[in-house]
């Protein structure tokens, strides 16, 4: 069974840190482009950062670049996020998703086809 599985939201005060992770299983994570999404209501979703099977090649949304890192770890089939220096407006669910059909690289969520559950993040003092 193909599934991912996000942890590590949580309510964290602006200037803070969280780092999310993403598990999955039934399929290699390096095989395919992954990436992480985030979600307001009444909003779409938005890409956050995304990261490439080939090469590793990264992307991150204009609003977190400096200050969000997108990573994985090959041996434990797992992705993360780090967050730093958070701020209100990072308040979202987020969500890991990988690209399982193969198509050209994006972080665009309508090419993700694999989604978690998501986890919620709250920035608020």
């Known amino acids: 069974q193909l599934q991912l599985v996000e942890s590590g939201g949580g309510l964290v005060r602006p200037g803070g840190s969280l780092r999310l992770s993403c598990a999955a299983s039934?399929?290699?994570?390096?095989?395919?482009?992954i990436g992480w999404f985030r979600q307001v209501p009444g909003k779409e979703r938005e890409g956050v950062s995304c990261?490439?099977?080939?090469?590793?090649?990264?992307k991150y949304g204009d609003s977190v670049k400096g200050r969000f890192t997108i990573s994985r770890d090959r041996a434990k089939n797992m992705m993360y996020l780090q967050m730093n220096s958070l701020k209100p407006e990072d308040t979202a669910v987020y969500y890991c998703?990988?690209?399982?059909?193969?198509?050209?690289?994006?972080?665009?969520?309508?090419?993700?086809?694999?989604w978690g559950q998501g986890t919620q993040v709250t920035v608020s003092s």
């Open positions: 990261i490439s099977r080939n090469y590793g090649n990264t």
């Open positions: 039934g399929f290699t994570l390096n095989n395919y482009d």
């Open positions: 998703a990988a690209d399982l059909r193969g198509s050209s690289w994006s972080c665009f969520s309508s090419k993700y086809n694999s």
